[in-house]
């Protein structure tokens, strides 16, 4: 028998920021406007392609857990942990160190994801043992099994979120999804044609809804779609808060669309690019959402983003500057690891020290 093929899956705990098709809600009247734009509309997701969408994630997943032993059948996992783990998943901010370990972070979480590995693989190590004919081991309790569903309902609900395929639980059609992973988790393994090995068997794709062939076709292009939708939404919502912004008396704008308060010039000359600047400064979504931020960090002035350049060139030393940066002067449509394709992003930045670069004379 031949092994199916199926989209990826996450092995692990992912923290990464998310590119799903975003609720107007979370930015007020500046995301109602964005998302009443013609651009935006045109690029919103379709109930049906959600429907199918989930129903082949669904699908993907049961395949998964058949194929690597996990449970027998759909009637062995607890649904409900499957859920609840893929709804704390989606519900929880990132870990405040994505290379390390954040217990305080891990807490929130009914099995801590730090432990996934460890106990999902001694899970399967016992089922292996179990199913050895000269081994006496004992059926994984049921304790046992809802720690592990839940586990790998939690592996799953991160995939979700740092791949994008949706914004929350909410957004999950738990019909669709149930019937995918009860299909493939009740479906047998395709033929295995010796003439061609790694062909597709189209008899064994008629039982499914939506043929497990296209899979990876369907998805990759819903993300795409996803990433389209967002960087357009993102850019919109900018521009709405921008216009809106401008009306502040306090608020300068100047020619490239960089905004900003002046709240102390600072002494002497204005910051060039070239110059070495030690800074604090906090960073912040416009919806207040905090994404970083640091004391008495250094940098040259020409080594961020444009805004961040243009932006200290209107202070000097002891400098105090609010910033209001276009998503095209941040980020742009790559985004980074917490901030969205095209966000637009506001600065509190007070500049402690600059040092400008060494002239060297030349010699007579």
Known sequence: MKTFKFFAIAAAVVAAVSCTQTSSVKYGKYGKEAAQHEEVVKLAASEGQVDTVTYLLGLNYGLMLKGNGFFDDFASLNLKELQKGIKDAMAADDPSNPYGMDEEWAKQFKVSPYDMNMILNGYLEERRAA??????????????????????????????KSNGFFEDFSNINQKEFKQGLNEGMSAGNPTNDPANPYGKDEEWAKQFKVNPYDMNMILNGFLANRRAYKATFNKHVGESFLKHNAKNPNVQQTASGLQYIIHSEGDGEKILPQDKVLVNYKGTLIDGTQFDANDSTEFYANQVI??????????????????????????????????????????EVEVIDVIKPVVEEEAE
Do not use: C, H
């Open 131 to 160: 199913q050895d004919e000269e081994a006496e081991k004992p059926a994984a309790s049921k304790g046992q099994v809802d720690t592990v569903t839940y586990l790998l309902g939690l592996n799953y609900g991160f995939m979700f």
């Open 306 to 347: 444009k805004g961040w350049t243009e932006g200290l060139g209107l202070v000097g030393k002891g400098g105090k500057v609010t910033l209001y940066i276009p998503g095209d002067l941040a980020y742009g449509e790559r985004g980074a690891r917490t901030i969205e394709p095209n966000s637009t992003l506001i600065f």
